[in-house]
């Protein structure tokens, strides 16, 4: 996609409710059958305090934007573009061209990731405490402190602060490793909280759990959370808004339950149509046909158009502008009227994060 699908644009000063400001936020590696562009022009403006919740298949650039909002794409990836952070007191940042010193106090200070995987993100031979405790002396934190909000955070996520800081991480469960992690990605009270599959490796009973302890800590601690993942439906009832993204670049963005109920663009609606529902007959659910696009040669026009059942000569010539579909929800496609007639889904509530049956 190009620059010119600008999601969402906010207020060019920053001023208001918009935390983050992204513009033709692009990552790219070197390789040598050519340049490849793991996310593509991003244009996007996040909302301070909202839960954003950013979906799409495998490969399509979800946990590179992750990384790119705290410039931690690892080497020999480049970040180019403007991303300008707005804490809420003091001067807008420019996240790309922070000195090391500088971004290294701008994370967890002010934006905290929480990475795919708790069952590797402790050090086995260390406790629990012992990572609190050297994240808190890395940033030069106060000790007492910290330690007294580390307790609160895993106490206002069901765990016994003394069981859990004095266990090595073998001693936990799963879902109880995940809680401690999203605990130690706040102990120094950040602002944002990145989200990359944090409940990937979890059962769905227990994924629902830490959805619904996140959301009382993002109300609680007055968070932005942006929270990265392949399942839709799971994240629906978390989010106020969702993010669609295909081929590196966002295709559909609104609130969630528009976006759920009636999307806009035919990726959306092949990702929800393929998503098992007890409401659906068998028939009317099926994976999205073909393969996501190389992000060496990602298709001219639009990106969706070798999968897409709509697609037509103007698709494969041009790229489209978002088109509006309700308040604040539009969709990158030439046809979105179409989509939502051609290309059905059904999506049961109890599959809904936010419905009944969790």
Not at 282 to 295: Q, S, V
Request: proline share 6%; hydrophobic share 40%; glycine share 6%.
């Amino acid at each position: 996609m190009t620059a010119t699908n600008t999601t969402d644009i906010g207020p060019a000063t920053g001023e208001g409710d918009i935390i983050f400001e992204l513009r033709d936020v692009s990552v790219s590696f070197e390789m040598e059958r050519g340049e490849s562009r793991v996310l593509d022009s991003v244009n996007m403006d996040i909302k301070r305090e909202e839960i954003l919740g950013v979906v799409g298949e495998s490969g399509s650039g979800k946990s590179m934007f992750a990384a790119a909002l705290l410039d931690a794409v690892v080497h020999p990836g480049v970040v180019t573009g403007e991303i300008t952070y707005y804490p809420r007191d003091g001067e807008p940042v420019d996240v790309l061209n922070l000195r090391d010193d500088e971004l290294r106090r701008l994370r967890w200070n002010e934006i905290s990731m929480v990475f795919q995987g708790a069952m590797s993100s402790f050090n086995p031979t260390m406790k629990i405490k012992d990572h609190f405790e050297e994240t808190i002396h890395a940033h030069r934190a106060n000790y007492t402190e910290r330690m007294q909000h580390a307790r609160r955070l895993l106490s206002d996520l069901y765990l016994d602060p003394d069981r859990v800081l004095n266990s090595y991480p073998h001693e936990l469960s799963g879902g109880m490793k995940q809680r401690a992690l999203i605990a130690l990605s706040l102990v120094l009270e950040p602002e944002v909280l990145v989200m990359d599959e944090p409940t990937a490796a979890l059962d769905l009973l227990m994924q629902r759990s830490i959805l619904s302890l996140l959301a009382d800590l993002q109300e609680n601690y007055n968070l932005t959370v942006i929270f990265i993942t392949h399942d839709l439906p799971l994240v629906a009832g978390l989010a106020d808004r969702l993010g669609v993204m295909y081929a590196f670049d966002f295709v559909e963005y609104g609130p969630s339950a528009e976006v759920v109920e009636d999307a806009g663009h035919p990726y959306t609606r092949a990702l929800l149509r393929s998503v098992p529902s007890v409401d659906a007959a068998l028939k009317e659910m099926r994976p999205i046909e073909g393969e996501a696009p190389d992000p060496v040669n990602v298709p001219q026009g639009c990106s969706y158009h070798p999968r897409c059942p709509l697609a037509d000569r103007r698709c494969v010539e041009s790229n489209p502008p978002f088109d509006e579909v309700g308040a604040d929800h539009a969709a990158a496609c030439f046809y979105v009227e179409q989509a939502q007639t051609e290309v059905p889904y059904t999506v049961s509530e109890e599959r809904l994060a936010g419905g009944e049956g969790q």
